[in-house]
């Protein structure tokens, strides 16, 4: 009988595959799937955008959010092409 043990598809930093064994039924291993979950909760506060200080607050917690690894990549580029649009309908 052979048991096939799937290993973690986390690509570290350096390009190298995890390698750790994956939970049952998932893709990646305890380590990995935690701050995956963790981004998925992220609350981000989005004040009043007519407020010059308020768009330098909201890039500071998206960049908190990448830096914490508590907010994707993806999500972070949405959001600042958001403030981008916000910014151009303010002046235009």
Request: proline share 5%; with cysteine.
């Amino acid at each position: 009988m052979t048991v096939e043990i799937r290993t973690c598809i986390h690509i570290k930093p350096n390009g190298v595959q995890c390698g750790s064994p994956a939970l049952r039924g998932k893709t990646l291993c305890y380590y990995h799937i935690k701050p995956r979950q963790a981004r998925r909760s992220i609350s981000l506060e989005i004040p009043d955008l007519h407020e010059p200080s308020a768009v330098t607050y909201v890039v500071n917690q998206i960049m908190v959010g990448l830096v914490r690894g508590t907010m994707a990549t993806k999500q972070a580029s949405a959001m600042l092409y958001a403030l981008q649009i916000a910014q151009k309908e303010k002046s235009g």
